[in-house]
Every structure is written in C-alpha cells, then in structure tokens.
C-alpha cells in the first residue's frame, strides 16, 4: 500500500538506536524527509548514515527531548531550514532501573519520567502549531503494555508510559477538530539493545542460563510463539501516520504477539 508520506516530514525522537531507528528508516523510505532525534551526535549520525545509502532524505536534531528550551531550538533550526514536522513519533525512553519499586533511585524515576512523559510532552509542544495552521498532522506515540497492563520491577517507567497514554487520549480530542490524529502503539518485548541491556543486567542477578530458560518461557506465552522485532512495530506506526488510518484517533494498537488482549 502507497503510504501516501512523499513530501512530509517526520521528526521520530530517540531514532538513533532500536525501534526508533527502523521507524525512521521506513519512513524514508516512503519518501518522507526524516528529521532524526537522539542525545548524541553518533547515534544520530549512525540512522543518518543508513537513510542516506538507502537514497532517503535525513537531517539532525541532537537534543534531549527533556528539555523544552532544547527541543524548541532544535525545531526553530529546522524552521530555518523551511522544515517543519507534519508527523511526530515520540518513540525515546530510558528505561533505568528494573527492580522493585522501594530499591529504585528517586533521581533514576525522575529522569524515566522527564525523559518519556515531558519529552513527549515538549515535542507536542513544540511542533503541533505548525500542524494546526496545516491542518494535518499525525503523532504517534509509542508506550508500552507495561503501562497497559502493568509490570513489576517496572513501575516508575511504566508509570510514566502511562501518562503518555492519558495524554494521547486527551490530545486526541482536543486536536481532532485541527485534522491531527493522536495515536498510541505499545510494543510489548522486542528485540532492540534496550531490551538486550535488560537481559544482560538480569544475567548478572540470576545467571545467564536462567535468562535464557526465562527467555523460552516468554517465548511459549506469546500466542504467536516469538519476540517482536522492531519491524513489527514500524509497520503500524507507517500506518497510523498515514491517511489510511485517518478515521483512527485516540487509540492504542498493541503489537505484541497477543500477549496480552486488553479490550
Ligand atoms: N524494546 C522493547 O522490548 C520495548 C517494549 C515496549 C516498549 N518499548 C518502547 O519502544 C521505544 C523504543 O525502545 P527501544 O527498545 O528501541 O530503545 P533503545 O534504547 O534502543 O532506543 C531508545 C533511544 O532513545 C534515545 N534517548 C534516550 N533519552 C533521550 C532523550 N532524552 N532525548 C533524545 N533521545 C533519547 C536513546 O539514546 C536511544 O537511542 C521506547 O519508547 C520504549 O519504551 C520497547
């Protein structure tokens, strides 16, 4: 299906690791300019790097999306460029501390909350006036079935995708009537160096052997018998950000193998 984003732009935060980066690349290759967001210059330079062999169109914005003054910067500079976002995916995280909620560090909470529910917050911000005086607009968020049905030894992050859905939802219908759909996807386990940093961190606790006994496990529970790939979840961002799906507003699509069916 023709995606229809030829001559968009798309600013995907944290698009220079893991699913963020594979978002971007499709989304270049539709033929939309892609505007890449991470924290450091190599990261950024890496997805560049890749939508540029691949004949797409890429520029940068290195900042942390925690900040406000930093991202209004980052999108006065594009601004200069004659760039302005019509599709936003808030798709950064950190995901710094998986253990029991009372062990964690109040400062690791508050960055985990800065960074996923402010971020997102300061890029809607930051971009969404120029999507209203367009008249077109497409964010996708991207949370978690951690928020959505919950997760121990995650609750400060998950406490935080969870504010990212309520603001999806809130958004949703206050911008619906700018022609600017609002939608969330929620990946459940997928194979990304977040997640490999996760195993490596739980085969220090628990031992390599038992992570890989928890990995089959894992396996077996997912109806469809596997882990997502970070191709799994940018198939249904392209679609959301696309026309095809402008009748869908406020939703969460979970793409997770139907480990969990939440109606
Ligand atoms: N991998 C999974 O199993 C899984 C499951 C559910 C949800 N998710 C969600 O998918 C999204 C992508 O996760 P991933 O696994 O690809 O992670 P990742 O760690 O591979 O990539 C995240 C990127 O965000 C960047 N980032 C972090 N803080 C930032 C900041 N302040 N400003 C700008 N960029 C910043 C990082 O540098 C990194 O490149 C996240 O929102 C994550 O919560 C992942």
Known sequence: MDMMLAGKTALVTGSGSGIGQTIACAFAREGAAVVVNDITEERVAGTIALIGQAGGRAMPAICDIGSLDA???????????????????????????????????????????????HGTLNCMRAVLPGMIGRRWGKVVNIVSDAARGGQEREANYSAAKGGVLAFTKSMAREVGRHNINVNAVSPAATDTPLRQALLRK????????????????????????RIGTPEDVSNAVLFLASDAARHITGQVLSVNGGYTMIG
């Open 71 to 117: 991202v209004n910067a980052a999108v006065a500079s594009l601004a200069d460029q004659g760039l302005s976002p019509d599709i936003l995916v808030n798709n950064a995280a950190v995901l710094l501390a998986s253990a029991p909620f009372l062990e964690t560090r109040p400062e690791d909470c508050e960055r985990e909350i800065r960074v996923i529910l």
């Open 202 to 225: 739980m085969a220090e606790r628990i031992g390599e052997q038992a992570v890989q006994e928890r990995e089959e496990k894992t396996r077996r529970a997912y109806p469809l018998k």
